[in-house]
Structures are given as C-alpha cells and as structure tokens.
C-alpha cells in the first residue's frame, strides 16, 4: 500500500532505496560492548526508531516480514550490551512498536510518511553512531 500511495515514480525508488541505506548503516556499526553509563542517546533512539518502522512498514504492506525486528537483534548482537542494557533496548523497541500501532492502526498517507522520516532518522543515527568509533 504506500507503494501506492504516491504516483511519483522518484518516490516509489526513494522509498524502495531507504530500507537498503539503513540496512546497510546498520551493517557499519562498529563491534564493541556497551555498558549503561556509556551507552549513547543514539542507541536507544534507533531502537525506537526500528520499533516504529517494523510496525509501519508491516501496516503499509512492504512485504519485508521480520527484517525490522531482525535489523534490531543484529545490532544487539553487533553491540554485545550487558543484560540490562539488552533488556532496555529491548523495551525502547517494543514501546515504539505499541505507541506506533496504536497511533496508526490503518495504513494512511501519514503513516506511509511516518514511516519515510523513520527510515530518514534510522538512517542518520546509524550512521552518526558508525562514523562515532564507539568503543575504539
């Protein structure tokens, strides 16, 4: 469905390209162990930001199954954080999970927007968190 939601065929590419350039952001975190007094900002707002679009992307019919929620248990697995910290990151991405589901029940053009400037935002904190050398 948000495929559809906009004529622009530039927009259709544009949103097809997002999920692979945050994906691929991801996939340059650095390996290294968070701990919670070190763990940055950026963390926990990317693992809202991956409950939101796990959610939305669902809702609008992209058709990507798990590739969210395994986007978040890959980065967990590239930060190694110690248990409480798993377990808050955890949280952050269920609570977003559930606060977008109940916000978007229905796949709308604002819930295909939403989901466009979550991938923009998951995009940005990825790679700001990347190019920060956390742990080195």
Not at 21 to 35: G, Q, S, V
Not at 68 to 77: D, S
Not at 104 to 133: F, I, K
Request: glycine share 8%.
């Amino acid at each position: 469905m948000a495929q559809d939601l906009c004529g622009n065929g530039t927009e259709r590419r544009r949103r097809r390209l997002l999920p692979l350039a945050l994906a691929a952001a991801l996939a340059a975190l650095p390996f290294f162990t968070i701990r919670a007094e070190a763990m940055p900002a950026g963390v926990t707002q990317l693992a809202e930001v991956l409950g939101g679009i796990h959610h939305l992307r669902t809702l609008c019919g992209t058709n990507e199954g798990q590739l969210w929620r395994n986007k978040m248990i890959e980065m967990m697995g590239t930060l190694r954080p110690a248990e409480a910290e798993k377990q808050a990151l955890i949280k952050h991405f269920n609570d977003a999970y559930y606060r977008y589901r109940n916000a978007y029940p229905n796949c709308t053009p604002t819930a295909a927007n939403q989901a466009d400037r979550l991938m923009r935002d998951g995009h940005r904190l990825a790679e700001e968190l990347a190019a920060s050398g956390l742990g080195r």
